[in-house]
């Protein structure tokens, strides 16, 4: 167990739906880090927020945003969901700002239908 | 730009025998970390190893072990007398600053390995 905590395990839902991914980070970590794993683009870094604030983006969409909150658990919000957009969401955590040493949750599987 | 190089998509062997994936990076970094996790049937992402860039020491953990060489780039990981359980996706990261200073990890795509009884 990594102690990172994400729910819902699985998702479906219909296109052009809003879905709230949530995160738990491990006790003390102050970093969240949210991936995606699709078949065709693999593991990809989404976003990171350190201590509440926004640190560093990746290949993020406009469509999706994310937060983090005062007791350090994130979510991430998709809208207008595609069919593409389905795939695996992982959130990650680490102490520092610098992603030098992350576990993973289990994921929220998400299929758009 | 950094870079995560798995070769092997898929690699098939017999249930005790060893077998070695392969991993190769670039980055411009002197100061970088390498990584490997496993992603077995269930999905989740299991960390097995963190490497820095100045510790070239070769790591065993059981039946696992890794060699990482700095003159090839590489951070290879053997499996030794391999098992069923050991079938799963496993992926080498990198962690550097090329990103805005920020460490993040780049992934290889995975080595999709698959122990036959």
């Known amino acids: 167990d990594s102690g990172v905590t994400q729910t819902p395990k699985h998702l479906i839902t219909a296109t052009g739906q809003r879905v709230t991914l949530r995160c738990s980070p491990r006790?003390?970590?102050?970093?969240v880090y949210w991936y995606q794993q699709s078949l065709d683009q693999g593991l990809q870094f989404l976003i990171q927020?350190?201590?509440?604030?926004?640190?560093a983006k990746g290949n993020i969409l406009e469509r999706f945003s994310a937060q983090q909150f005062p007791d350090l658990h994130s979510e991430l919000n998709l809208s207008s969901l595609e069919l593409g957009d389905s795939a695996l969401y992982f959130c990650?955590?680490?102490?520092?700002?610098?992603?030098?040493?992350?576990?993973f949750g289990q994921g929220t599987r998400l299929t758009v239908v | 730009a950094q870079k995560v190089t798995q070769a092997q998509t898929e690699i098939s062997v017999v249930e005790k025998e060893d077998v070695t994936l392969d991993c190769v990076y670039e980055?411009?970094?002197?100061?970088?970390?390498l990584f490997w996790y496993k992603q077995p049937p269930s999905g989740e992402l299991v960390f097995l190893i963190r490497?820095?860039?100045?510790d070239e020491q070769n790591e065993i953990s059981g039946r696992y072990s890794w060699n990482f060489q700095k003159s090839t780039s590489s951070f290879n990981f053997t499996i030794t007398a391999s098992q069923v359980v050991d079938s799963a996706v496993y992926f080498c990261a990198l962690s550097d600053r090329a990103m805005d200073s920020n460490y993040q990890l780049i992934w290889g795509a995975g080595t999709k390995l698959i122990i036959k009884p």
């Open positions: 927020y350190y201590n509440g604030e926004e640190r």
């Open positions: 980055t411009r970094d002197t100061t970088y970390y």
């Open positions: 490497r820095n860039s100045f």
């Open positions: 990650a955590s680490s102490l520092q700002a610098q992603n030098t040493e992350a576990f």
């Open positions: 006790s003390g970590d102050l970093s």
